[in-house]
């Protein structure tokens, strides 16, 4: 978006920002004096433009990687199906590719808990009926 208002080394500093998020070695690995590249990084970080061709290029890449987990989820969906249509597949198999699909369907099973009192036995719950009033 705002490359066109970068310099070139700048441009550089950006890409090489965005490799580690450690802008004093991006500031040298982008050819600035290494003696002030502490100094130069902080000054980069705070130019307007920089930090927005930064975010600019941030979503791209959490875009990018959205994709790629898209591409991989479908893939595993598929796996997890061909296990369970696989007549030589084990049952033990079978039954962990359904449980994981289901899971990643959002039907995970309900998790049970036991309430138990300062005994340590189960608590008892007992609902009785109570007479309803004509107001």
């Known amino acids: ?53 930064i975010n600019e290029q941030r979503k791209k890449m959490a875009e990018e990687l959205r994709h790629l987990f898209l591409y991989d989820a479908i893939v595993a969906r598929q796996v997890m199906v061909d296990v369970l249509n696989d007549p030589e597949a084990s049952n033990r198999d079978k039954i962990t590719a359904a449980k994981d699909l289901l899971d990643r369907a959002g039907f995970a099973p309900i998790d049970k808990k036991e309430l138990s009192g300062p005994d340590k036995r189960p608590i008892e719950i007992v609902f009785t009926p109570t007479e309803q009033s004509n107001e």
Not at 6 to 27: G, H, I, M, R, S
Not at 36 to 43: E, K, L, M, V
């Open 1 to 53: 978006m705002f490359m066109d208002d970068l310099t070139p080394k700048q441009e550089v500093f950006v890409f090489e920002y965005l490799k580690d998020f450690n802008a004093t070695q991006a500031a040298i690995r982008a050819g600035y004096r290494e003696n002030s590249a502490r100094i130069t990084a902080s000054r980069l970080l705070s130019n307007a433009n920089i930090r927005e061709e």
